[in-house]
C-alpha cells in the first residue's frame, strides 16, 4: 500500500522558516515526479512547488520563487519542502504529492496519483 505521509508543519511568526519532509512508503518514486500542493481555508487547491524524478529540474509558483526550495533524498524515498521568509497568506494545509506519468503538466494536480493527508502551516502576523 502506498504512502505519503507530510510532517513538519507548524505555527510561525511571519518571516520565519520552516522544512516541510513527506515520507513514502508502499513503492520507490525516485524516477517520478514529486510536488506540493496547498489549501487554505475557502480556496481551491494551489500548486506550490515540484521536483523532477532525477532531481535535476524543479518548479514553483510565482508565489513562492525565491522563497522555497524543494528537494528530495531517492535513497530515503523523500521529498522536502524548504520554506523561508514566510508570510501569513502562506497559511494552509500542505499536501505531498506523487505522479507516476512522463511529461505531465506538473503545475496541476490531475497530474499525480498519490496523496498525503497533509500538514498543517500557520503564519501568524
Known amino acids: 500500500q502506498v504512502q505519503l505521509v507530510e510532517s513538519g508543519g507548524a505555527l510561525v511568526q511571519a518571516g520565519g522558516s520552516l522544512r516541510l519532509s513527506c515520507a513514502a512508503s508502499g513503492r520507490t518514486f525516485s524516477s517520478n515526479v514529486m510536488g506540493w500542493f496547498r489549501q487554505a481555508p475557502g480556496k481551491e487547491r494551489e500548486f506550490v512547488a515540484a521536483i523532477a524524478g532525477s532531481g535535476g529540474a524543479t518548479y514553483y509558483a510565482d508565489s513562492t520563487k525565491g522563497r522555497f526550495t524543494i528537494s528530495r533524498d531517492n535513497a530515503k524515498n523523500m521529498v522536502f519542502l524548504q520554506m523561508n521568509s514566510l508570510k501569513p497568506e502562506d497559511t494552509a494545509v500542505y499536501y505531498c504529492?506523487?505522479?507516476?506519468?512522463?511529461?505531465?503538466?506538473?503545475?496541476?494536480?490531475?497530474?499525480?496519483?498519490?496523496w498525503g493527508q497533509g500538514t498543517q502551516v500557520t503564519v501568524s502576523s
Open positions: 504529492a506523487a505522479g507516476l506519468g512522463y511529461g505531465v503538466n506538473v503545475y496541476s494536480g490531475g497530474a499525480y496519483d498519490y
